[in-house]
């Protein structure tokens, strides 16, 4: 299988709130936008985890969207804290 690659990165740093520090975007490939993808401290404080949108309907939090193939998903956190360490 081909790991697509990521084309594009865009982070916004925001205030911190509850371990919320920006807010990251990609495009795959030229074609694929992803957006509102969260950059959190790690709770023990070193280095920092994305997360995906979801949506919460009723008790539950629905995935807007997210990578299914492990390589994928770790292609696009790798690029996202790259970039953060080197703009923060």
Known sequence: MKIMRITEIQIIPIKPKEGLVAFASVVVENSVYLGSIG?????NGKGYRITYPTKKIGNRNINIYHPIDKEMSK???????????RII
């Open 39 to 43: 950059v959190h401290t790690r709770l």
């Open 75 to 85: 292609v696009i956190e790798e690029v996202i804290i790259s970039k953060m360490k």
